[in-house]
């Protein structure tokens, strides 16, 4: 098999990745406002119970939810979540229809931002076993798609220039063209600051 072969298969192989980080990224999504919708629920109505998620005293969506730990700068976590795999969806499609030259930009950017979403999913899984004492489902859920997608981003850096070659390409991305990265990620930042100004703090208990 000639080298020029070799690489084709490998660009594919790429492209394939991108566009199923794009589908993880659209499953991350529907499970986030699945999570929004039960942590209005849960803090607005106290007899509030999920029918699929709240399986047990252990296992429970509602728990979590109502639990202070749920809310994190003005916004809970599941909001966090939905611009999350907002910005995954475009990493993915930048992966897939990225050239050969910028191939390792994209995936060493897919693998240090899906590396960061694996400590989050870490941290909030420490966070619900030691603290709130309940484990939510449809979090483990998110948290499963997050391990997904980093080592897609494993498989995609190695495919390029190797784990050290791409996520140096991908940090040089991002300190080098910092208009470039704005850009990806400006419309989930200016969607976060509105949400914070418009949506009430519904889980806030009057005293």
């Not at 098999?1 to 794009?22: A, F, H, Y």
Request: aromatic share 12%; charged share 10%.
């Amino acid at each position: 098999m000639g080298d020029s072969t070799k690489k084709t298969i490998k660009t594919r192989n790429v492209q394939w990745l991108g566009w199923v980080v794009v589908i993880l990224a659209l499953g991350g999504i529907v499970d986030s406002i699945y999570l929004a919708d039960v942590h209005y629920k849960a803090n607005t109505d106290p007899s509030y119970a999920s029918a699929i998620c709240d399986v047990n005293e252990r296992w429970g969506c509602s728990d979590v939810a109502r639990s202070s730990w749920s809310v994190f700068l003005g916004l809970p976590i599941a909001y966090w979540g939905f611009l999350g795999y907002l910005i995954f969806g475009v990493l993915g499609v930048w992966l897939a229809r990225s050239s050969v030259e910028r191939r390792a930009s994209s995936a060493g950017t897919l693998l240090l931002v899906s590396a960061g979403a694996v400590v989050v999913s870490m941290t909030l899984m420490m966070i619900s076993h030691v603290i709130i004492g309940a484990m939510c489902p449809f979090c483990a859920v998110a948290h499963g798609i997050n391990s997904a997608m980093f080592l897609i981003a494993i498989v995609a850096s190695r495919s390029t220039t190797g784990l050290f070659g791409a996520s140096r390409a991908g940090l040089g991305f991002v300190f080098q063209r910092p208009k470039r990265m704005f850009a990806m990620v400006g419309v989930p930042l200016w969607i976060a600051i509105a949400a914070i100004e418009v949506i009430p703090n519904y889980w806030i208990v009057p005293e």
